[in-house]
């Protein structure tokens, strides 16, 4: 076991509701939420934690987790010889607490019961729905130079994202002197920092939270146990208040990072797996993302023309043509169908002859996309059966609505899971 491996231990925080990623979260967490056609959120920090030679780590949740424990039971296994796991702590009630997680503060403090059975230095604590590949392992050697009582890893952002993040300040040795979170627009002159020169050639001279914590493990119990003891935030609370009193460092990260916190950006981030170069390579040998291994046949394809397109294992595809979309696991695509711009997030099984035959002949749609369809700009969720000759057109023409069988937000239409919309249907 490597020296970071004895030392870190990491949490990942799951979130709350996820509302602002509904309908997404409607009967799943956040960190389960399907990406990339056949990874799941939660897959990526873990991912980026094994790349780093992290293999021990709590996944923190409260919310409709049923799909993350099995996701998590039927992915990552350890060797008998090895100390490492990715284990779920929900949230429970106890009779010295009786609620459930108010903030990520709490969600660690509550935690801490079972973490500190574990031998370990340090706590890395990371969100479970971003999109990146990190080397932590860097940002743990910079913090035991500095030797610091806390690390943020920070990105710089522009004026129009700056007041979504938390923003710091630094001096010359990196510590961060002062911290906002979430600041109005009419005070953000006064948190410019020095950036570096190409991130301010693109406007970028903000220093933002990315929500990436290393804390020594004397500093994280004193400050949740004795120093803020009702403190529910990390980002509000514990941060603003740690600096001056401990040894805060600014860990500044120049490689891609996404905050997936709505419907927008998550759709965003996955068209953009599609570019000829994408920002979040799948393809890098050396930051490989794991996901459970499922035992599915080669994608099958005919008469379809594909451009820049992702195809998953397992899929069936019979469309005209496919561009700029991301097609998951055992996707189902009918003859004369166009998608353009969409992530089809696929299906959780295939059809039996004998059930085409019976959904045929009882006039209901099969599993997956029926034939003649246009899909555009749009979210179709998981075991959706979507008929023949079906319209879906996303785009700012569109108001933001909810629907029995789907959502618009911000001009993108997600159709919900196990949606069935019947031949003719139209969205535009």
Same mark, same amino acid.
Request: glycine share 8%; net charge negative; hydrophobic share 40%.
């Given at each position: 076991?490597?020296?970071?491996?004895?030392?870190?231990?990491?949490?990942?925080?799951?979130?709350?509701?996820?509302?602002?990623?509904?309908?997404?979260?409607?009967?799943?967490?956040?960190?389960?939420?399907?990406?990339?056609?056949?990874?799941?959120?939660?897959?990526?920090?873990?991912?980026?934690?094994?790349?780093?030679?992290?293999?021990?780590?709590?996944?923190?949740?409260?919310?409709?987790?049923?799909?993350?424990?099995?996701?998590?039971?039927?992915?990552?296994?350890?060797?008998?010889?090895?100390?490492?796991?990715?284990?779920?702590?929900?949230?429970?009630?106890?009779?010295?607490?009786?609620?459930?997680?108010?903030?990520?503060?709490?969600?660690?403090?509550?935690?801490?019961?079972?973490?500190?059975?574990?031998?370990?230095?340090?706590?890395?604590?990371?969100?479970?729905?971003?999109?990146?590949?990190?080397?932590?392992?860097?940002?743990?050697?910079?913090?035991?130079?500095?030797?610091?009582?806390?690390?943020?890893?920070?990105?710089?952002?522009?004026?129009?994202?700056?007041?979504?993040?938390?923003?710091?300040?630094?001096?010359?040795?990196?510590?961060?002197?002062?911290?906002?979170?979430?600041?109005?627009?009419?005070?953000?002159?006064?948190?410019?920092?020095?950036?570096?020169?190409?991130?301010?050639?693109?406007?970028?001279?903000?220093?933002?939270?990315?929500?990436?914590?290393?804390?020594?493990?004397?500093?994280?119990?004193?400050?949740?146990?004795?120093?803020?003891?009702?403190?529910?935030?990390?980002?509000?609370?514990?941060?603003?208040? +740690? $600096?001056?009193?401990?040894? %805060?460092?600014?860990?500044?990260?120049? &490689?891609?990072? !996404?905050? #997936?916190? *709505?419907? @927008?950006?998550?759709?965003?981030?996955?068209?953009?797996?599609?570019?000829?170069?994408?920002?979040?390579?799948?393809?890098?040998?050396?930051?490989?993302?794991?996901?459970?291994?499922?035992?599915?046949?080669?994608?099958?394809?005919?008469?379809?023309?594909?451009?820049?397109?992702?195809?998953?294992?397992?899929?069936?595809?019979?469309?005209? +043509? $496919?561009?700029?979309?991301? %097609?998951?696991?055992?996707?189902?695509? &009918?003859?004369? !169908?166009? #998608?353009? *711009?969409? @992530?089809?997030?696929?299906?959780?099984?295939?059809?039996?002859?004998?059930?085409?035959?019976?959904?045929?002949?009882?006039?209901?749609?099969?599993?997956?996309?029926?034939?003649?369809?246009?899909?555009?700009?749009?979210?179709?969720?998981?075991?959706?059966?979507?008929?023949?000759?079906?319209?879906?057109?996303?785009?700012?023409?569109?108001?933001?609505?909810?629907?029995?069988?789907?959502?618009?937000?911000?001009?993108?239409?997600?159709?919900?899971?196990?949606?069935?919309?019947?031949?003719?249907?139209?969205?535009?």
């Amino acid at each position: 076991m490597s020296t970071i491996s004895k030392s870190v231990l990491a949490v990942i925080l799951g979130g709350g509701a996820g509302s602002r990623l509904f309908p997404l979260t409607v009967s799943r967490s956040k960190p389960a939420v399907p990406i990339a056609g056949k990874y799941r959120l939660v897959d990526i920090p873990i991912s980026n934690c094994i790349n780093s030679h992290i293999n021990r780590m709590f996944v923190l949740t409260q919310f409709n987790s049923a799909s993350l424990n099995k996701h998590i039971k039927n992915t990552y296994h350890f060797s008998a010889f090895s100390s490492g796991f990715v284990d779920i702590l929900a949230a429970e009630q106890t009779p010295d607490n009786p609620g459930w997680f108010q903030g990520t503060a709490d969600a660690v403090r509550q935690s801490l019961r079972h973490i500190s059975n574990l031998d370990f230095d340090y706590i890395l604590i990371l969100s479970g729905d971003q999109l990146y590949q990190m080397d932590f392992s860097e940002m743990w050697q910079a913090h035991i130079a500095k030797g610091a009582d806390i690390s943020i890893a920070t990105i710089p952002v522009d004026r129009r994202d700056a007041p979504e993040f938390g923003i710091l300040k630094t001096n010359d040795e990196n510590l961060i002197t002062s911290f906002i979170e979430k600041p109005s627009p009419d005070v953000l002159p006064d948190w410019t920092s020095d950036t570096g020169a190409a991130m301010q050639a693109v406007g970028k001279n903000y220093l933002a939270s990315m929500g990436i914590y290393i804390f020594s493990k004397k500093a994280l119990y004193h400050l949740l146990n004795e120093v803020h003891p009702n403190a529910t935030d990390f980002g509000k609370e514990i941060m603003p208040q +740690a $600096i001056g009193s401990y040894k %805060v460092v600014s860990f500044q990260y120049d &490689g891609y990072w !996404t905050d #997936i916190g *709505n419907i @927008y950006s998550f759709f965003e981030a996955n068209i953009g797996l599609t570019d000829d170069v994408p920002q979040f390579n799948l393809f890098d040998n050396t930051k490989t993302v794991y996901s459970r291994a499922r035992m599915l046949p080669p994608a099958k394809i005919s008469g379809t023309r594909l451009n820049k397109s992702i195809i998953a294992e397992g899929s069936i595809i019979l469309a005209d +043509a $496919i561009e700029q979309s991301v %097609v998951g696991i055992r996707a189902r695509i &009918g003859s004369g !169908t166009t #998608i353009c *711009n969409a @992530y089809i997030m696929g299906n959780d099984y295939y059809e039996t002859l004998e059930q085409i035959h019976e959904n045929t002949a009882a006039g209901k749609p099969l599993i997956g996309i029926g034939e003649r369809c246009i899909i555009e700009s749009a979210i179709i969720d998981k075991n959706c059966r979507i008929g023949n000759d079906v319209i879906i057109k996303g785009g700012k023409h569109l108001a933001n609505t909810d629907h029995p069988l789907y959502a618009v937000k911000d001009g993108i239409v997600v159709v919900k899971k196990m949606a069935i919309l019947p031949d003719g249907f139209v969205v535009e």
